[in-house]
């Protein structure tokens, strides 16, 4: 698999497990959410990544049009 495979794959299990954590366990679950959220916004404009960056220093390679791909 591909960074922006793992990217996609991550942020919708941290928006799903979230959402199910903040309607059964606690309202505060909800901020993971809109960290997620936030971060895919920004990466939109700056073209950069935290969790590409990671994946990158442990050699999955890059997919062309990724979440921060030059």
């Avoid at 698999?1 to 199910?20: F, H, P, Q």
């Amino acid at each position: 698999m591909t960074t922006e495979r793992y990217i996609r794959m991550a942020a919708g299990i941290l928006v799903l497990a979230s959402l199910a954590l903040g309607y059964w366990v606690h309202h505060g679950w909800f901020l993971l959410t809109a960290f997620v959220g936030l971060n895919l916004f920004q990466s939109a404009f700056t073209g950069v990544c935290p969790l590409e960056l990671i994946l990158r220093h442990y050699g999955v390679p890059s997919a062309a049009g990724g979440c921060g791909a030059k």
